[in-house]
């Protein structure tokens, strides 16, 4: 959401509280000022809010003369301005309009109204469709309290007895109209005045007294608050203490019941210690008839240990034996064939040297 604080400006804490609880239920940082001059201070020396909430009826400067003057400065008149006010007609947002307002807030605020008017400033900003400020001088005298007066925009006023006639002026309309200052319009002008004052008086003390209220009801809550932390402090220490008393009771019965068991344990403990003390003919027996059996299965299996031992001594010796007999064997044919080797190799080379002789014998003879 483009939107994230906006400045808050009413005169009434009650409203201010009612309208930032809803905005900071939005998510948005919300500035409060307590009246219009509060406000102006704040925009000068402040960062520029996205959004100004402004209250209608405020004593001194109202929300339309916060508005003319916000609009009037350059650094400010971008600022989108919505009017909080109990008037619902379509004139009066019309002339709202005219003079800088971006939209109408009806008091007392409610969650769809105040969603639809920032739904809708979301999507005027995201898509750049905010309405240009209003010239210097382009104000709706309309916009106000006061009743209007039927006198012509152009017109000076002169003093004039009722019972005259026609009111004097410039009857050729060169110059402006001159409205004869009748009782009928000092009447109709002291009318406007007191009730512009009484409602502006009303709207004061109808604010002084919801202020009040509204300090007495959260001075009432704040102490009816701090009565029942009290009690509730005082119950839970009441309540703890209690379950103290009861587990340091009971931890002492416990604790008493079972030394009670294990001094009856011991007791009976002692009782069979005193009783089975020693040994006795029966362990006696018991003990000689264990040894005799183990000496019997000791004895049964050296037996079998022997047995197997000497089985495999016979195995082994039978074995080397054949081993050495094998060996001896093959000793033996390798030293015969050796010496058959040796007597072929001396019986040719007898042969060989007796083929030589004759050889020569032959060539002798020959020869």
Not at 250 to 257: F, G, K, N, T
Not at 296 to 321: G, K, M, N, P, V
Not at 335 to 345: H, K, M, V
């Amino acid at each position: 959401m483009a939107i994230k604080n906006a400045l808050l400006v009413d005169d009434s804490k009650v409203a201010r509280f009612a309208l930032s609880k809803l905005l900071e239920g939005r998510d948005m940082e919300v500035n409060m000022a307590g009246s219009a001059e509060e406000a102006l201070d704040f925009l000068n020396a402040n960062k520029r809010p996205d959004v100004i909430f402004m209250d209608h009826l405020m004593p001194g400067m109202n929300g339309v003369e916060a508005t003319k003057a916000i609009k009037g400065n350059p650094e400010t008149a971008a600022i989108p301005i919505i009017m909080c006010t109990s008037k619902k007609s379509q004139s009066f947002m019309e002339e709202a309009r005219n003079f800088g307002v971006y939209n109408i807030l009806t008091k007392p605020p409610h969650t769809e109204g105040l969603s639809l008017v920032l739904e809708q400033l979301d999507s005027d900003v995201t898509d750049g469709n905010l309405p240009e400020p209003p010239e210097p001088g382009n104000a709706v005298a309309g916009a106000t309290e006061d009743e209007p007066l039927d006198i012509p925009t152009d017109a000076s006023l002169e003093m004039s007895p009722k019972a005259d006639g026609e009111p004097q002026g410039n009857g050729s309309g060169s110059g402006p109209q001159v409205v004869p200052l009748t009782s009928d319009l000092i009447e109709q002008i002291a009318r406007s005045a007191v009730k512009t004052h009484i409602n502006n008086r009303l709207h004061e003390l109808l604010s002084s007294l919801f202020d009040e209220q509204f300090d007495h009801l959260k001075r009432a809550l704040d102490e009816s608050g701090k009565r029942q932390e009290a009690a509730v402090e005082e119950r839970l220490n009441a309540v703890t203490e209690m379950i103290e008393q009861r587990t340091r009771n009971l931890r002492d019965d416990v604790a008493a019941e079972v030394n009670l068991n294990l001094a009856r344990e011991l007791a009976e403990l002692r009782k069979d210690l005193s009783r089975n003390t020693g040994f006795t003919s029966n362990h006696m027996a018991e003990l000689k008839d264990h040894i005799t059996s183990v000496q019997t299965i000791d004895t049964e299996f050296w037996q079998t240990l022997q047995s197997e031992a000497i089985q495999q001594a016979h195995e082994i010796s039978r074995e080397t034996a054949e081993d050495i007999a094998q060996r001896t064997i093959d000793l033996f044919v390798s030293q015969q064939r050796s010496a058959t080797s040796r007597l072929y190799t001396m019986g040719l080379a007898a042969s060989l040297g007796i083929f030589a002789v004759g050889i020569a014998w032959l060539s002798g003879l020959f020869g």
